[in-house]
C-alpha cells in the first residue's frame, strides 16, 4: 500500500457565512507532485494555509507527514517545508547569510549550518552569488534562494505556492528540473499554480477546486478526455485508402488534399486499440497516426466555466 505524504477527509473551512471549503478529500502519495488548480477565490490558498498549520480548519480530519495535523501541529511543522508566492528572502542579506539565518531557526549548530548552506549553494549553482547581496539577484536566483531556505530543514514534504510567477521562461524551466529532481530524491510536492502548463509539465496528479469543492481530479491526460475536442488524426498513402476508412468508419472529417481523417475519440488506449482492428480488418493501412487531446487550458474552461485568461 502507498503511503500517504497527506491524507485530508472533509476538509471544511467558512469566514463567517462564506464557505470556503466545503468537504474537500485528499490523497497525495509520498514521492510525487500533487497539483492543486482552481479560479480565483477557489480555496486554493486557504487549502494551503490548514495543510501548513497556517489556519486551523472547521471541520475534516488531516494527516499530514504521518502525523494528526490537530494533535501534533510541532510534528507537521518539523516535515514539511513551505515556500510561496512571495519570496521570504531577505535581500539585505548575502545568499550565505539567508542560508545561515534559516540554520539557527531550525536549531542547527554552526559547523551543520555552515555545512549545509555549502550544500545547499552548490545545489542551486549559487557559489559564485553566495556574497553577494540577494538584492542583487535575478528573479530565478532569488526563487533558487528561497528553495533552498525552505530545503535547509530537510523536509519531506514541501507546499510550493506560485513558485514560477514572474520568472523568464528559462528560469521556470530551470525551476522545473529542480523539483523533478527534489522528488526523485524522496521529496513529495504540493504545488499551486496558475499556469496550467507548469501543472501538465510536472504534477503526477491534478486536482481541480472551485466554490470549495473538488470537482475533478486524475493525471493531466485523464482530465483532459473528460471534455470533448479530442480526435484521432489518421494519414493515409493514396485517396483509395482514405475513402475506403471514411466509409468504415462514418465519422470524422476527410482533408483530401493531406490525406487525412479526423476521427473523434477520447484518445485512450482502448479506443485506439479498437479503430486500428477495424482497419486492419478491412486491410486499410494507416501509413502514420497522431492523437489530439484538450490541453488543461481547455478542461480549466470547461470545468469552472472561467475564460481562459483567469487561468494565467
Known amino acids: 500500500m502507498t503511503n500517504l505524504a497527506i491524507a485530508a477527509n472533509e476538509l471544511r473551512k467558512a469566514y463567517g457565512d462564506k464557505v470556503v471549503l466545503d468537504g474537500v478529500d485528499l490523497a497525495v502519495p509520498e514521492g510525487t507532485i500533487f497539483s492543486l488548480l482552481g479560479p480565483n477565490g477557489a480555496g486554493k490558498t486557504t487549502t494551503v494555509q490548514i495543510l501548513s498549520t497556517l489556519t486551523a480548519a472547521d471541520g475534516g480530519t488531516v494527516q499530514v507527514a504521518g502525523h494528526d495535523l490537530a494533535r501534533r501541529p510541532d510534528d507537521v511543522r518539523g516535515a514539511i517545508g513551505v515556500t510561496g508566492q512571495y519570496s521570504a528572502v531577505d535581500k539585505l542579506l548575502t545568499g550565505e547569510e539567508n542560508l545561515l539565518l534559516m540554520a539557527d531557526l531550525k536549531h542547527l549548530s554552526r559547523a551543520d549550518g555552515k555545512r549545509r548552506a555549502a550544500e545547499l549553494l552548490d545545489r ?9 547581496p540577494a538584492g542583487t539577484y535575478s528573479g530565478g536566483m532569488q526563487r533558487r534562494l528561497d528553495l533552498a531556505m525552505t530545503l535547509v530543514g530537510d523536509p519531506r514534504l514541501i507546499f510550493l505556492d506560485e513558485p ?47 466554490h470549495g469543492r473538488l470537482i475533478a481530479e486524475g493525471t493531466a491526460e485523464e482530465l483532459k478526455r473528460l471534455i470533448p475536442g479530442g480526435h484521432i488524426k489518421l494519414t493515409f498513402a493514396d485517396t483509395h485508402l482514405l475513402d ?11 482533408d483530401p488534399e493531406a ?8 484518445g485512450g488506449v482502448r479506443a485506439i486499440r479498437e479503430l486500428l482492428v477495424r482497419l486492419d480488418e478491412r486491410s ?12 488543461l487550458d481547455d478542461v480549466f474552461l470547461t470545468l469552472t466555466g472561467q475564460q481562459k485568461e483567469t487561468s494565467r
Do not use: N
Open 124 to 132: 542551486f549553482d549559487l557559489v559564485d552569488a553566495a556574497a553577494k
Open 164 to 210: 514560477t510567477t514572474g520568472l523568464d521562461p528559462r528560469s521556470r524551466r530551470s525551476m522545473w528540473q529542480i523539483v523533478r529532481e527534489l522528488v526523485a530524491s524522496g521529496v513529495t510536492i504540493f504545488l499551486t499554480t496558475q499556469y496550467l502548463e507548469e501543472a501538465d509539465e510536472l504534477a503526477d496528479r491534478i486536482a481541480l477546486l472551485d
Open 284 to 295: 486499410i493501412d494507416v501509413a502514420d497516426m497522431s492523437v489530439h487531446t484538450p490541453d
Open 259 to 266: 490525406l487525412t481523417l479526423q476521427v473523434p475519440s477520447d
Open 244 to 254: 475506403a476508412a471514411r466509409r468504415l468508419l462514418g465519422a470524422g472529417h476527410a
